[in-house]
């Protein structure tokens, strides 16, 4: 009895999948603001999970400024904006990060609501394709493209 339980075991916990690895590329667009997304979210989902904490990465950029500003974020918070050679670690706050990049870019045609919901948007690309926003779901940001890589097995780092 005790050795078909142990071969009920392993057989169970070897027919179970570990997850899926994932990595979404996606363009936002804030019309009013003239800005342009690209983001770049990585991460793992494991099986019965439907969002992770992964890692989004991308950058800014508008037809009105030369500047790029790029931004690193996870689904709790953004870790990085960067903008004109400074860096600004651990910000409080998206918005008001994004503001003061602008400002320092002397650029003050954006619109501050449509600022709010792109990091909303940003940060959710980090919680994996179920978080991601797409088509029809956003308010003031215009979805351009968002495309899903998953696969099974090693992540495309580790390969």
């Not at 904490?53 to 508008?62: C, V």
């Not at 953004?78 to 990049?101: A, R």
């Not at 994996?128 to 493209?145: A, D």
Request: aromatic share 10%; net charge negative.
């Amino acid at each position: 009895m005790k050795k078909l339980l142990i071969i009920v075991i392993v057989i169970t916990l070897t027919g179970c999948g570990n997850g899926y690895f994932f990595e979404t590329k996606a363009t936002y667009q804030a019309s009013a603001s003239n800005l342009n997304v690209d983001v770049t979210a990585v991460g793992h989902v494991l099986d019965g999970d439907d969002l992770t904490d992964g890692e989004a990465t991308g950058m800014i950029t508008s037809s009105k400024f030369s500047d790029t500003i790029y931004f690193k974020a996870n689904t709790i918070e953004f870790t990085l904006i960067g903008c004109n050679e400074d860096k600004i670690t651990n910000p409080t706050s998206f918005t008001t990060s994004l503001v003061s990049c602008l400002d320092r870019i002397r650029y003050s045609g954006y619109n501050k609501q449509e600022l709010v919901e792109l990091g909303e948007v940003i940060q959710s690309t980090a919680y994996g394709p179920k978080g991601t926003y797409v088509h029809g779901q956003t308010n003031l940001i215009k979805v351009i493209r968002v495309n899903f890589e998953t696969n099974r097995g090693y992540a495309k780092n580790d390969e």
